[in-house]
């Protein structure tokens, strides 16, 4: 009998130790939070799937820069409809005990001392627009509703209800707003950034961060982000078949319309057609093909001409200049017509005299520089070279070792339009 | 508004580059069109062994134009090529004084002709006579000038100030008598560079001059005097042709550079600066004064480094190219078609 009292005493005191030690455990997991730091849970219900994955992402970063920009740390808690498994939420109002509840477990977790949702719901032409924050003892800070905002003017709203939960939350008030109104923030921000290309499916990024959209239909509307009115933002454009490219975006009002400069088609080939001065009678035609798919290309030019002079009885002399090029090419900046290239090659003059006993002479030559000014218009580009041809002197020649050029050491100078694709 | 003024700055270009012949100008070398004849002389020549070259145009007495190709190594014999006017070669001739070929129009039979200091007969074949004279210089470029007037064949060779002459006597080619005279009296040297009458068909001994063509060694500059063939080739160290008989200055040329043509009454040279020019002569008598009016001019480097000679009076001219060793035969540029 005592031993069985004393074994039930035991099994008491082992109780007591262990139920003292979880409350203990209990209060040290109350008592462990991180000052201003607020769990973020979203609720987003929108009509299409791609709206709720950007509007899953983009509400809560952006409620979190809202708090990070007035001194509070944020950790994501998470959308709900994941940690609601098989629960329907109300879509308006507050939400119920059990919810909060889940919130509430998941902040402490986080040993976040603030929880807030952002709740953002179009369902049967019923829209809606809620933040709430609690403490995480559960008690109700905010409740900020806006049932009017849609698409990007929720974000001022946004803002109006973080100002509100950093002005209410030490004063231990409930705060409840229907019917928010745009511009209760010090900021004024972009609502809205559409912009408008010819480049159908491009991408458009921010750059050196994340993609924002994909021109279609000529046109993409960027998530929001919150921007203000007369900041700037730089993208990237980037689509196959054209240069990447970056152009930096002024935001002058709280719907922006901005029409991108196009972008520049990478040609994967061209034939062009020329003319030289020193070659007067003449033609040159030529094919450039691309080799890296961006800057550099291989061609082969083939430039067909007579010699005349104004002297009596005069022959003229028939010229075949072949010859194979490399060519780079430089780009100014974004929408500027005008490019540099620089191409060098070797090749070979054929010339034959109609004279009695006259060889076919050959004169081989390099040509180390050329450098080519270009105006692109469409599929064309207009094109001014100057060319740099040394004539080696080889074999049976006509030009000697000397720089090919006119009279008094010009360079050639040619004319060029290269039809692309 | 961009795309305009690219197409108005093109327009402007072609037009700006069209008015300044820029356009038509060739970088082949401007004679190849009027070539009617070419002939490849690399067989008679040693290519190992570095070398310059010269041509030269001379016209025998039954009015054939034959061409002269030098050959002046660097070590070894010079040599020259002779060719008649369809390029086919007729002689060739070693001598270590060959030099460059001097010969006053007209010319009667027989065709006498130095090239340095060997002297040339030619008479439908050619003969070589080696040294002309051994009164003169036989390391100097002659000039031999037939003086119509007077009969008698001129030796012509500057040395130590004065130019020399020795004179022979028409047919058997024998020496008759030799002296010398000077150009100025300053003491300048000078290369003779040509010679001709004024008049070369009918020369008249009372309107015609003989005209000197001298280079003033010191500065370049180029001088014609004309001198009376009644009393050519004056006598007398104080004979100062350029300051006693009608001149004329050209301005600096390059040695070498004075090629006769239009029969005598037309000059070639070429400038200092490359301009080939190309001249009427003509003797005024009433004023008693020698005029060149420049009827044309090319530029010298559409040559290049090709040696370049003219006949005597025909609009031909014949172009040696040293690299290739191909000699073309050609209309001479000034004579413009259209």
Same mark, same amino acid.
């Given at each position: 009998m005592f031993v069985t009292q004393q074994k039930n005493v035991f099994i008491c005191v082992v109780f007591f130790y262990f139920i003292s030690f979880q409350l203990v455990s209990l209060n040290a997991q109350a008592y462990s939070v991180v000052p201003n730091q607020v769990s973020i849970f979203s609720d987003v219900r929108l009509q299409s799937a791609a709206e709720n994955t950007t509007y899953r992402s983009v509400l809560p970063r952006n409620t979190g820069s809202e708090l990070e920009n007035r001194g509070y740390s944020t950790v994501p808690g998470g959308e709900l409809s994941l940690l609601l498994t098989g629960q329907e939420l109300p879509v308006q109002g507050i939400p119920p005990a059990n919810v909060i509840n889940i919130m509430k477990q998941q902040a402490g977790k986080q040993m976040s001392k603030f929880f807030c949702l952002v709740r953002y719901i179009k369902q049967d032409n019923l829209v809606s627009f809620t933040v709430f924050f609690w403490n995480i003892d559960g008690g109700l800070i905010v409740n900020y509703s806006a049932p009017d905002a849609e698409g990007l003017a929720i974000y001022n709203r946004l803002n109006a209800a973080v100002a509100l939960f950093v002005k209410k939350q030490g004063e231990g008030k409930t705060i409840t707003i229907a019917g928010g109104k745009n511009g209760t923030g010090p900021k004024q921000y972009v609502k809205e950034i559409i912009l408008y290309s010819k480049d159908e499916g491009a991408e458009i990024w921010l750059k050196g961060k994340e993609k924002l959209g994909t021109i279609k239909n000529g046109q993409l509307i960027l998530p929001y982000m919150p921007l203000t009115v007369g900041s700037t933002i730089e993208i990237e454009k980037k689509k196959k078949g054209s240069y990447d490219s970056t152009e930096t975006l002024s935001l002058t009002g709280e719907k922006s319309e901005i029409r991108l400069l196009p972008m520049e088609k990478i040609y994967g080939s061209g034939l062009y057609f020329t003319w030289t001065?020193?070659?007067?009678?003449?033609?040159?035609?030529?094919y450039l093909g691309n080799v890296d798919e961006r800057f550099v290309y291989w061609g082969v030019e083939n430039y067909f001409f007579l010699q005349a002079s104004k002297v009596h009885d005069m022959h003229p002399v028939i010229h075949d200049d072949i010859r194979g090029l490399l060519l780079v090419k430089f780009r100014f900046a974004e929408g500027f017509p005008f490019t540099i290239s620089y191409s060098y090659g070797a090749g070979m003059i054929f010339s034959l005299l109609d004279a009695k006993n006259a060889p076919l002479y050959v004169d081989f030559y390099v040509n180390p520089a050329n450098l080519h000014l270009e105006y692109a218009v469409n599929d064309y580009v207009f094109f001014l070279r100057i060319e740099y041809k040394i004539a080696l002197g080889l074999g049976k020649n006509l030009l000697g070792s000397d720089l090919i050029g006119i009279i008094d050491g010009l360079p050639l100078f040619t004319l060029g339009v290269i039809t692309r694709w | +508004? @961009?795309?305009?003024?690219?197409? %108005? %700055? @093109?327009?402007? *270009?072609?037009?700006?580059?069209? #008015?300044?012949?820029?356009? $038509?100008?060739?970088?082949?070398?401007?004679? *190849?069109?009027?070539?009617?004849?070419?002939?490849?002389?690399?067989?008679?020549?040693?290519?190992?062994?570095?070398?310059? /070259?010269?041509?030269?145009? !001379?016209?025998?007495?039954?009015?054939?134009?034959?061409?002269?190709? %030098?050959?002046?190594?660097?070590?070894? +014999?010079?040599?020259?090529?002779?060719? =008649?006017? =369809?390029?086919? @070669?007729?002689?060739? /001739?070693?001598?270590?004084?060959?030099?460059?070929?001097?010969? #006053?129009?007209? +010319?009667?039979?027989?065709? %006498?002709?130095? !090239?340095?200091?060997?002297? +040339?007969?030619?008479?439908?074949?050619?003969?070589?006579?080696?040294?002309?004279?051994?009164?003169?210089?036989?390391?100097?470029?002659?000039?031999?000038? /037939?003086n119509e007037i007077g009969g008698f064949f001129y030796s012509l060779a500057w040395s130590d100030g004065f130019l020399y002459w020795a004179e022979y006597n028409n047919g058997d080619l024998s020496f008759n008598n030799s002296d010398s005279f000077d150009l100025d009296s300053s003491g300048e040297e000078y290369s003779i560079e040509n010679a001709c009458f004024s008049n070369n068909n009918t020369p008249d001994p009372a309107d015609d001059r003989v005209i000197l063509y001298v280079r003033r060694t010191s500065d370049g500059e180029g001088f014609a005097v004309g001198m009376d063939p009644n009393s050519f080739p004056p006598s007398g160290v104080n004979t100062f042709a350029l300051e006693t008989n009608p001149a004329y200055q050209f301005g600096k040329i390059k040695p070498g550079s004075v090629h006769i043509v239009f029969g005598g009454t037309g000059v070639v040279l070429e400038r200092d600066d490359g301009t080939v020019e190309l001249y009427e002569a003509f003797?005024?008598? #009433?004023?008693?004064?020698? /005029?060149?009016?420049?009827?044309?001019?090319? $530029? #010298?480097?559409?040559?290049?480094?090709?040696?370049?000679?003219?006949?005597?009076?025909?609009?031909d001219m014949y172009v040696f190219d040293p690299a290739t060793k191909d000699l073309f035969e050609c209309t001479a540029w000034w004579n413009d078609g259209f």
């Open positions: 001065t020193g070659q007067f009678v003449g033609l040159g035609v030529g | +508004m @961009v795309r305009r003024i690219v197409v %108005l %700055l @093109v327009i402007l *270009l072609f037009g700006f580059f069209w #008015g300044c012949d820029f356009f $038509i100008a060739s970088s082949f070398p401007d004679y *190849l069109p009027s070539v009617r004849n070419i002939a490849n002389l690399d067989k008679y020549f040693d290519k190992s062994n570095p070398s310059d /070259y010269d041509i030269f145009t !001379i016209q025998n007495n039954s009015g054939d134009d034959y061409v002269f190709v %030098l050959y002046k190594p660097q070590a070894g +014999m010079r040599k020259v090529v002779v060719l =008649d006017s =369809d390029l086919s @070669v007729q002689s060739e /001739y070693e001598n270590q004084n060959l030099g460059s070929l001097h010969t #006053g129009y007209p +010319m009667p039979a027989p065709t %006498l002709a130095a !090239i340095g200091s060997q002297e +040339m007969m030619l008479n439908g074949s050619f003969t070589w006579n080696g040294e002309i004279n051994t009164n003169l210089s036989n390391d100097k470029d002659h000039l031999i000038f /037939y003797y005024d008598t #009433g004023r008693g004064a020698l /005029y060149f009016n420049k009827r044309n001019e090319t $530029i #010298g480097k559409q040559f290049k480094d090709r040696k370049v000679a003219y006949c005597l009076d025909k609009p």
